[in-house]
């Protein structure tokens, strides 16, 4: 399958119009945060419209509508009803389709999709999905660090938004925490120490390339939830767990973008998850081996293959001083990879993946090859098509 390199969104009032007359919508979303954030957004809607829907989730998804069925692939240019990713969040075009279905989506949803995408709310175009989010109280922007948790060390610990020295291991992460002395109820002024160690910590690694002063901003002054807005206590936090569920857990992925008021159980079960992921992304990391080829830098790990798109991500975001990060799992037969800009990565696991002897997906900034045989032929192919 090639991939389409130019993308547009849909008109919002177009797709709003086809998805209000079907008798069936299949929404298959790509496995990230965006993806799935906007396929929530747009299943609300459509339950509220009663009109019947399924949602999944899928690396290298394909409209698969039957009869009179509308599919729309979310995170990807495929199909007639697509809403991609790129230019501009799929969360932000799900706003406002769901808005001209006559629905007023739950912000949150979407504003969480954009900070997945590696966007900032109120930019992208979602500057709509925040002011509603403002106009209701649902959001308010404050010094500190993005975590899903009201536990600190834990919520940073885990964080795939930033890289530390002490990401992955929560008791390091406590023992920074106590050097700071931090209150219980931390003021502004206690959210911005704790933020300039972050920031300071994520620049000073030994191993931080010139890029993570920039990508460690992502985790930085966040948007609060509101207690009654999700169960998370910030938009990047809420942002974090929808990507590790994306690509983890994927069904509770799901479920939890669904919820309008998420169960206790449907919470424990997607933070379990977002920290099990978060911390086998970094353990992998600290393990790794790294080598600096021409234009990218490979990273060899032994981690879930559930994992390497996002350690493909921290590596090229806080290690990589090339602009394409790929990890290589020998033992999966699996790679990922990451690029800062558009470098047709998709395009080129699919090449290399034909080359090799497997299957290779992706968009322009990130992609993955599965091989049956030894990947490091898919590595040198993967290189080669670069």
């Given amino acids: 399958m090639t991939e389409t390199t130019v993308e547009s969104a849909p008109a919002p009032d177009a797709l709003a119009s086809v998805l209000a007359d079907a008798p069936f919508v299949r929404l298959v979303a790509t496995d990230d945060g965006d993806a799935l954030a906007a396929a929530g957004t747009l299943a609300r809607a459509l339950r509220e419209r009663a009109v019947p829907f399924q949602v999944r989730v899928a690396r290298d998804p394909v409209p698969d509508a039957d009869g009179d069925d509308v599919a729309v692939v979310l995170g990807a240019d495929r199909g007639p009803h697509a809403v991609p990713g790129s230019g501009r969040p799929a969360s932000t075009t799900a706003f406002a389709v769901a808005r001209e279905l006559g629905v007023e989506p739950d912000p949150a949803v979407p504003l969480a999709g954009v900070v997945a995408a590696g966007s900032v709310p ?45 990401s992955g291991d929560v008791e390091a992460t406590r023992a920074v925490l106590a050097e700071l002395g931090l209150p219980a109820d931390l003021e502004e002024a206690d959210h911005r120490r704790l933020a300039s160690r972050v920031a300071v910590d994520a620049v000073a690694d030994e191993d931080a390339s010139t890029r993570s002063a920039s990508a460690v901003e992502r985790a930085l002054r966040p948007y609060a939830l509101g207690a009654a807005a999700t169960p998370f206590e910030t938009v990047g936090g809420y942002a974090d767990v929808l990507e590790a569920l994306a690509r983890e857990e994927p069904g509770t992925g799901v479920a939890l973008a669904l919820a309008t008021d998420p169960s206790d159980g449907l919470r424990t079960a997607a933070v379990d998850a977002w920290r099990s992921h978060g911390t086998a992304a970094h353990r992998a990391i600290d393990a790794a081996t790294t080598g600096r080829y021409d234009g990218c830098l490979v990273a060899r790990v032994d981690a879930p293959e559930s994992t390497l798109p996002t350690v493909a991500r921290l590596v090229r975001d806080f290690r990589s001083p090339e602009s394409v990060a790929i990890v290589l799992d020998e033992s999966s037969g699996t790679l ?17 993946a034909r080359e090799a002897g497997g299957d290779g997906w992706g968009d322009g900034t990130r992609g993955g090859i599965a091989v049956d045989g030894d990947p490091t032929d898919a590595l040198a192919a993967l290189r080669g098509a670069l």
């Fill in 336 to 352: 990922a990879a990451a690029a800062t800009g558009d470098h047709g990565i998709g395009d080129a696991c699919r090449s290399a």
């Fill in 122 to 166: 109120g930019t992208d175009g979602s500057g709509d999905a925040l002011e509603a989010a403002e106009h209701a109280g649902t959001v308010s922007r404050r010094p500190g660090v993005a975590v899903p948790t009201a536990d600190l060390a834990d919520g940073i610990a885990a964080s795939t938004l930033v890289r530390t020295p002490y």
